[in-house]
Nanobody, 125 residues
Framework: QVQLVESGGGLVQAGDSLRLSCAAS????????MGWFRQAPGKEREFVAA????????NYADSVKGRFTISRDNAKNTAYLQMNSLKPEDTAVYYC??????????????????WGQGTQVTVSS
């Protein structure tokens, strides 16, 4: 069973940066694509970014492209989300996730079988 623990969230001002981490235990993550999703109050969970198992391929939501960077360190069994130029509309609970099966990047939450508990990111204007 995979356990994912996110950290690094907090309260920041618009324009600031945060780096989220997702540490995994219980399974080696290297064979699996990973993703970050977020959910704002009153809204559905949405895709933010995803990374292939090797880290060589990434995909981003249009709303974060150019500001956020997803990465992973398979030796540490950890994924990261570097968030720069944060905006109030980035306020949400951020979740990391691991695909249920080995395969390519997916933008669909349905393809991810393992989820962390989430970390709150609040951006004030």
């Amino acid at each position: 069973q995979v356990q994912l623990v996110e950290s690094g969230g907090g309260l920041v001002q618009a324009g600031d940066s945060l780096r989220l981490s997702c540490a995994a235990s219980g399974r080696t993550l290297s064979p699996y694509a990973m993703g970050w999703f977020r959910q704002a109050p009153g809204k559905e969970r949405e895709f933010v970014a995803a990374i292939s198992r090797s880290g060589g391929s990434t995909n981003y939501a249009d709303s974060v492209k150019g500001r956020f960077t997803i990465s992973r360190d398979n030796a540490k069994n950890t994924a990261y989300l570097q968030m720069n130029s944060l905006k109030p509309e980035d306020t949400a609970v951020y979740y990391c996730a691991v695909r249920s099966r080995m395969g390519l990047i997916s933008l669909s939450a349905m393809e991810y079988g393992y989820w962390g508990q989430g970390t709150q990111v609040t951006v004030s204007s």
